[in-house]
């Protein structure tokens, strides 16, 4: 019998990401460029973005979620992100991968996306 591997208790299901790498707002503004053809919110106030990693070579590895695993869109959404990412100065190369762990919850939108929706 084999064991699970569960994450060590205090570890965060969502990675934190590189805040600190002088790339990293503009990455974040390339996110808010993309939406969710369903919902009238970028996809970074959605808290769909769960990690920018950003190395020192400048290559962006970006942990992205969606609203439900049969969104429509789950195929293409990847490509979007990074069509958005790609062309900013300075960004070597860019991996986007989807992920359903933690699964999304409204409780990840911005206060900004909440207002926009009607949910406060």
Known sequence: MTEQS???EGTP?????STDHPLYEQVVEACR????PEIPVNIYELGLIYTIDINEANEVDIKMS??????PVAGEMPGWVADAVEPI???????V?????PPW?????????RLELGFM
């Not at 299901?13 to 990401?17: E, K």
């Not at 969606?66 to 969104?71: D, E, I, Q, R, S």
């Open 6 to 8: 569960h994450p060590v």
């Open 13 to 17: 299901l969502i990675a934190p990401s």
């Open 33 to 36: 460029t993309v939406y969710d």
């Open 66 to 71: 969606l609203t439900a695993p049969g969104c």
């Open 89 to 95: 100065p300075g960004v070597k190369q860019v991996d």
């Open 97 to 101: 991968a989807l992920v359903w762990e």
């Open 105 to 113: 919850g409204m409780d990840m939108m911005s206060d900004e996306a």
